[in-house]
């Protein structure tokens, strides 16, 4: 039986930029733009021409996308005003795209309320905007802004609004969730009602996630009779932020009940591209990527238990609802005080170490990893950490450098302008291969200036730790009191987009902090195939 066609469009650069914290220049656009081009999807919502130079910029450069195509967003006409006397409706039929994406009132309360006008001059501008646009040759799309809501409280309004813009040629006429407090079943029975009036293949959801239904309510929809998608990548969107297309994609591609019955431009092949598309998102917004979050995150096929592990060697079907693999993830085997061999086993043969499953050391490095799991450390939250106890108990890691002294100093002082500030200052005494380096450093705070201080001059490493950076720092408190152990996890990066933890456990925050931050370096230079002096 032939698949039915869903269409796949993205709203991430428009609806995702009101995202608390969000702001996205033109080559931000643009660069996500292709991921999402090579991704698969249909429409790419750039942003709303007029309303920000950002966006007025993007739409007059006319640059190609293989397969998607670049949506323009804006406002229905204004009430009172003529197409031609509209400047906001004008700025949108300039725009250099394919696709004109309109948003319509159809709650009755927001016609009166927010736009103070008549109900039959709101339907007439939906109107008269959709067939201005078909009429420039552009392909019209209308966002019925809180349909869900105006049909709840006047259906046979909300309905006249969406039939007014099929009428007059939209091709997809898009029923928004704008306020996000719909659930499931009252959108797929709404849904269901409103494709006996227009066609399914031209009706569309755009959900929030304002109760945690973004997903489940695109996919109701679904299953009700739309045949368009909306929403952002990793669900980005103001207040709770949007449906996330990065948890719909892979549902409909490996879900059989969607599978089997749509498809979608997304292939296999490009679906194994969505981890990376995920993450080049989180890179250009300079945040850490969610470790939970479904398919994509670090932790979507992570094991601990080590009867789980062992399962999932065997089998992986028996922990795992899809293989990681099919959306360009990976299987995670975490190393912790609940790990058995098996978890051992599998995190170094991960990394690439061949040990004997008989080999004793193995007891050893499980017995050793529980013992400090018991004193602090943090070892599945840490896997570079791992990889270096590992390595350093199996005999195989160079020594690099040797650390002789640091010493760290915090002074309150009235600098040259007779403010008072905090200074804090590091020197960090190194010998690589008989030489002594001795550098020392300012910084905002203790572990900024003896981090700045540690990677001033490695002498012969210096090239490999040029590019790695320290993104996240995070303390924790283990026991009460100002002697308190405390537990250092720190995240770093390189330019190449790489990402590991090192952990660091003391009663000496300091100490602590040294302690990660030597095996982030430690960790890189062998990574990146360092030879010792």
């Known amino acids: 039986m032939a698949r039915e066609r869903l269409s796949l469009y993205d709203t991430t650069l428009r609806d995702g930029a009101q995202t608390h914290g969000v702001d996205f220049s033109v080559e931000d656009k643009w660069l996500l733009a292709q991921q999402l081009d090579v991704l698969g999807i249909d429409y790419i919502e750039g942003g709303y021409p007029g309303a920000n130079p950002t966006d007025t910029r993007l739409f007059a450069e006319a640059r190609e996308l293989g397969h998607a195509r670049l949506t323009a967003f804006g406002m229905t006409k204004r009430p009172g005003r003529s197409l031609a006397n509209d400047p906001g409706f004008q700025a949108l039929l300039t725009a250099k795209t394919g696709a004109i994406c309109l948003v319509g009132k159809t709650w009755d309360f927001h016609v009166k309320v927010a736009l103070g006008t008549s109900l039959e001059e709101n339907i007439e501008g939906i109107r008269e905007s959709v067939a201005a ?39 997809w006429v898009v029923l928004c969730d704008t306020n996000g407090g719909t659930l499931p079943e009252e959108i797929e029975t709404v849904v269901a009602e409103v494709v006996t009036h ?90 850490a990527p969610n470790r939970h979050a479904p398919y994509v995150g670090e932790s979507a096929f992570a094991h601990k238990g080590g009867i789980h592990v062992s399962a999932v060697q065997k089998d992986p079907r028996t922990y795992e609802h899809v293989p990681p693999e099919a959306v360009g993830n990976r299987r995670k085997l975490l190393v912790s005080d609940q790990a058995g061999r098996s978890n051992i086993l599998a995190e170094l043969e991960r990394i690439g170490i061949a040990v004997p499953k008989d080999d004793p050391r193995i007891a050893r490095l499980l017995d050793e990893v529980k013992e400090r799991e018991a004193a602090g450390y943090a070892y599945e939250a840490a896997d570079a950490s791992f990889e270096l106890l590992a390595r350093r108990m199996l005999g195989n890691v160079p020594q690099f450098f040797d650390v002789d002294s640091f010493r760290v100093t915090v002074e309150r002082r009235h600098n040259a302008f007779g403010d008072l500030v905090t200074v804090s200052e590091a020197t960090v005494k190194v010998r690589i291969d008989g030489e002594t380096f001795l550098s020392a450093a300012e910084g905002n705070g203790p572990v900024n200036a003896l981090d700045n201080a540690l990677r001033k001059d490695l002498g012969p490493y210096q090239s490999y730790i040029d590019d790695l950076e320290l993104v996240d720092y995070k303390v924790r408190i283990l026991t009460g009191g100002t002697d308190a152990v405390t537990r250092v996890l720190i995240e770093s990066r390189d330019s190449g987009g790489n990402r590991w933890f090192t952990v660091g456990v003391s009663p000496n925050i300091v100490d602590a902090s040294f302690e990660a931050l030597l095996d982030s370096i430690n960790y890189k230079l062998i990574r990146d195939g360092a030879s010792a002096a």
Do not use: W
């Not at 809180?146 to 039939?163: I, S, T, V």
């Open 198 to 287: 227009i066609p399914g293949d031209h009706v569309g959801i755009h959900a929030h996630n304002d109760t945690d239904n973004g997903v489940a309510n695109s996919l109701a929809a679904v299953r009700a009779g739309a045949r368009q998608i909306q929403g952002t990548l990793n669900g980005l969107g103001e207040r709770c932020g949007n449906a996330n297309l990065t948890s719909i994609i892979p549902t409909l591609m490996l879900k059989s009940d969607y599978a089997l019955r749509f498809e979608t431009s997304i292939t296999p092949e490009k679906l194994r591209t969505l981890t990376h598309a995920s993450r080049i998102l989180d890179e250009l917004l300079n945040r």
């Open 133 to 171: 646009v078909v009429a420039s040759g552009r392909e019209a799309l209308l966002d019925c802004e809180h349909f869900f809501d105006g049909y709840k409280a006047n259906p046979d309004y909300a309905l006249r609004c969406a039939k007014a813009a099929y009428e007059a040629g939209a091709r």
